[in-house]
Antibody
Framework: EVQLVESGGGLVQPGRSLKLSCAASGFTFSNYYMAWVRQAPKKGLEWVATISTSGSRTYYPDSVKGRFTISRDNAKSSLYLQMNSLKSEDTATYYC?????????WGQGVMVTVSS | DVVLTQTPVAQPVTLGDQASISCRSSQSLVHSNGNTYLEWYLQKPGQSPQLLIYKVSNRFSGVPDRFIGSGSGSDFTLKISRVEPEDLGVYYCFQATHDPYTFGAGTKLELK
């Protein structure tokens, strides 16, 4: 059974950093692109980042480019999102997702609140 | 950036009815490789989103055949025949043809 479990969320002050993790199991992690998608409270979905199987290619929208870094450790079947210079508008639930034909499996999400 | 416009914003339905959701793109979603990366997701209340349809019309594993995706170019539709209680929630279209990838704003399928 495919499982994705996010961790590392919480309350952080504007301008500070936070690192999210996603532990994957039930599939060969190194064979799949992976992604982060977020959802602000009571809002829609926003794609945040995608990483290739080896980690050599990464993709971001302008809203997070230069501040967020997606990475992976295939030996640990883990995905990460390093978030720097956080802003109030980054407050959201962050989902880890497997990215093959679409985001075919999602984690349960982790909440990040950016507030002073 | 590609803008995906979903209509209607809310779709009141009676169980057993058919529902239809439109997703129009600000530009063609045909990739240079010939594929069209248009997907549909359902987010049920309190749950993570789930993939329904990929590449316009392909149902993801386990998705009932009452979900039908269609369309081409910049105009796409998701039809749900015989709506069941577990189909209620917010539907999103998503494009992965052009960077940055973008979601539509969502359509809430709700009971009349």
């Amino acid at each position: 059974e495919v499982q994705l479990v996010e961790s590392g969320g919480g309350l952080v002050q504007p301008g500070r950093s936070l690192k999210l993790s996603c532990a994957a199991s039930g599939f060969t992690f190194s064979n799949y692109y992976m992604a982060w998608v977020r959802q602000a409270p009571k809002k829609g979905l926003e794609w945040v980042a995608t990483i290739s199987t080896s980690g050599s290619r990464t993709y971001y929208p302008d809203s997070v480019k230069g501040r967020f870094t997606i990475s992976r450790d295939n030996a640990k079947s883990s995905l990460y999102l390093q978030m720097n210079s956080l802003k109030s508008e980054d407050t959201a639930t962050y989902y880890c997702a497997r990215h093959l034909h679409g985001f075919d499996y999602w984690g349960q999400g982790v909440m990040v609140t950016v507030s002073s | 950036d590609v803008v995906l416009t979903q209509t209607p914003v809310a779709q009141p339905v009676t169980l057993g009815d058919q529902a239809s959701i439109s997703c129009r793109s600000s530009q063609s979603l045909v990739h240079s490789n010939g594929n069209t990366y248009l997907e549909w997701y359902l987010q049920k209340p309190g749950q993570s989103p789930q993939l329904l349809i990929y590449k316009v019309s392909n149902r993801f594993s386990g998705v009932p055949d009452r979900f039908i995706g269609s369309g081409s170019g910049s105009d796409f539709t998701l039809k749900i025949s015989r709506v069941e209680p577990e189909d209620l929630g917010v539907y999103y279209c998503f494009q992965a043809t052009h960077d940055p990838y973008t979601f539509g704003a969502g359509t809430k399928l709700e009971l009349k």
